[in-house]
């Protein structure tokens, strides 16, 4: 209770009892000496009453601005799991903090960050930067965002990856970290969304630095698009995204693409070397929509480089991958059931992956899902009958703060 409730009680208890003074059985001079004392209690609270909000309003929570102008928020994910694969016994781990600070000034301009602290194998702190830009809100339907931001190009990874979204405890097979979907960029975007008809239109297009290309022995190892804080070649990369929302009918769709030209170097020499950049394409399609409780999804994208004729690795090369998802939440017992099937396909054949996931889950709260899952991997077996796959179980406890 704070200081104003009780010093208010105190005063309707003292006037209480001066009302109450005729009806008691005293002299004229107690009852005048008990009313001026009480009056003079009644003035010393009233004037405490008084100076009350002044003395709390004094004290200011911690960090509070002298101002409303700036807002600071933090938000995030973090989740901790168990995987036991074919190849190892099991093991228990910590897979993501990734706190995400918003400090915004006005409605003029924002700069928001991700970070993602993971734990290696030997159990030292990694720190990435998941991105980090400034964005200005140029009016209601376009916002200019410059610095480093998640690829545009597809869904997955600008908008489900966070574990506490994901409804799966792994990502889908080619859209984990240099593989078929481009992860970050550094550059400018514009983006944002508009009404149009029954439509409603989001869209976003960018120029960055562009992908670099890892080529070791003749043979590229993969596209590398962590958001290169550096252009190898000087050539820029643009692209982006557009998409429709249908609410009559509950559906997402988007087309998504870009071109230019991808920084070459040579892993194979102390120290890396710059071979001419490569054309460079990246193309994706991608929708979602709900019906009858079923959430259904589904997503393509492939990277391609082109052919270079006086490069150690000349052939055209490409990174494509595909998922599609259902899942069904039973609400009234927060049960839900996915079911993912997928594929990767990449240069080295061998690395090509099938994969069907199914995992179980239950919502602690809309925030707090917990995941058992198991995954069946797949390589073409005409390839190398021989290798093994790492079918695994995963059990993981994600929470978005």
């Known amino acids: 209770m704070n200081t104003k409730k009780i010093l208010n009680k105190l005063f309707v208890s003292v006037t209480a009892a001066l ?17 001026k004392s009480l009056q003079n209690q009644i003035d010393e609270l009233k004037q405490k009453v008084d100076n009350a909000p002044k003395q709390e309003s004094s004290k200011k929570a911690p960090h509070q601005h002298e101002t409303s102008d700036t807002m600071i928020h933090m938000a995030g994910y973090a989740d901790v799991g168990y995987t036991n694969g074919e190849s190892d016994d099991g093991s228990y781990s910590v897979g993501t903090f990734a706190p995400i600070f918003h400090y915004q000034y006005k409605d003029l301009v924002m700069l928001e960050s991700e970070l993602d602290i993971q734990i290696n194998e030997a159990g030292e702190t990694e720190i990435d930067l998941e991105y980090l830009t400034v964005d200005i809100f140029l009016n209601d339907y376009v916002t200019l965002v410059m610095g480093k931001f998640l690829s545009p190009i597809g869904q997955f990874r600008q908008n489900l990856h966070p574990s506490w979204i994901n409804k799966q405890p792994s990502a889908p097979v080619g859209f984990g970290h240099d593989q078929a979907a481009p992860n970050a960029e550094v550059g400018v975007q ?19 630095n562009g992908p670099a290309l890892e080529q070791d022995a003749g043979e590229f190892e993969m596209v590398e698009t962590p958001g290169l804080n550096v252009d190898g070649d000087g050539n820029k ?31 194979s020499v102390d120290p890396i070397t710059y071979e001419r950049s490569r054309d460079y394409q990246a193309i994706g399609a991608d929708f979602a929509t709900k019906f009858f409780g079923i959430d259904l999804r589904g997503e393509y994208v492939k990277q391609m480089v082109g052919k270079l004729t006086s490069s150690a690795a000349p052939e055209r090369a490409e990174w494509s991958a595909w998922y599609s998802q259902v899942a069904y939440l039973v609400a009234p017992i927060k049960t839900e059931i996915a079911l993912r099937y997928g594929a990767y396909n990449t240069p080295d054949r061998t690395s090509n992956r099938t994969q069907t ?8 709260a809309n925030n707090v899902i917990g995941k058992v899952g ?8 005409e390839l190398n009958p021989k290798q093994k796959v790492d079918n695994r179980m995963l059990v993981q406890l994600a929470y978005g703060f």
Request: charged share 10%.
């Open 374 to 381: 198991y995954e069946n991997n797949e390589i073409p077996n």
């Open 190 to 208: 514009f983006r944002g969304a508009a009404p149009a008809g029954p439509l409603k239109i989001n869209y976003a297009v960018y120029g960055g």
């Open 357 to 364: 996931a199914i995992s179980f889950n239950y919502l602690f």
């Open 19 to 35: 009302l109450l003074l005729p009806a008691l059985n005293v002299s004229a001079a107690e009852s005048s000496a008990q009313i």
């Open 237 to 267: 990369v643009y692209g982006g995204r557009l998409g429709a929302y249908i609410p009559a009918i509950k559906l997402d769709i988007g087309a998504s693409g870009a071109a230019g030209r991808a920084a070459v170097w040579d892993t």
